[in-house]
């Protein structure tokens, strides 16, 4: 059973935009804080951002100042806004609970290339 739908992700160029989405059902959404992960190839799965049932949002050092996640109660999503976008900031995105509960779903590449 899919549990998260992610959607948004895209080749941009350095410096560029890209808006993570991420559908879930209303007894997950409703219950848990959510988070935003990544890999990239070689890599561990890392927590990127997350935000509890209230609003709090805590991100890794790494993205501070340039990804901002969100979410909306009433259509059970997710996001991730990810503005000047980096090398570095390519992987596959994945949103699941924090911490994990649940399988991943398929992710959505995000590649920052020139």
């Known amino acids: 059973q899919v549990q998260f739908v992610e959607s948004g992700g895209g080749l941009v160029q350095p410096g560029g935009s890209l808006r993570l989405s991420c559908a879930t059902s209303?007894?997950?959404?409703?219950?848990?804080?959510m988070g935003w992960y990544r890999q990239a190839p070689g890599n561990q799965r890392e927590l990127v951002a997350h935000?509890?049932?209230?609003?709090?949002?805590n991100y890794r050092d790494s993205v501070k100042g340039r990804f901002t996640i969100s979410r909306d109660n009433a259509k059970n999503t997710v996001y991730l806004q990810m503005n000047s976008l980096k090398p570095e900031d390519t992987a596959i995105y994945y949103c699941?609970?924090?911490?994990?509960?649940?399988?991943w779903g398929q992710g959505t590449q995000v590649t920052v290339s020139s």
């Open positions: 935000i509890t049932r209230d609003g709090i949002t």
């Open positions: 209303r007894s997950i959404f409703s219950i848990y804080a």
């Open positions: 699941n609970t924090v911490p994990d509960r649940y399988s």
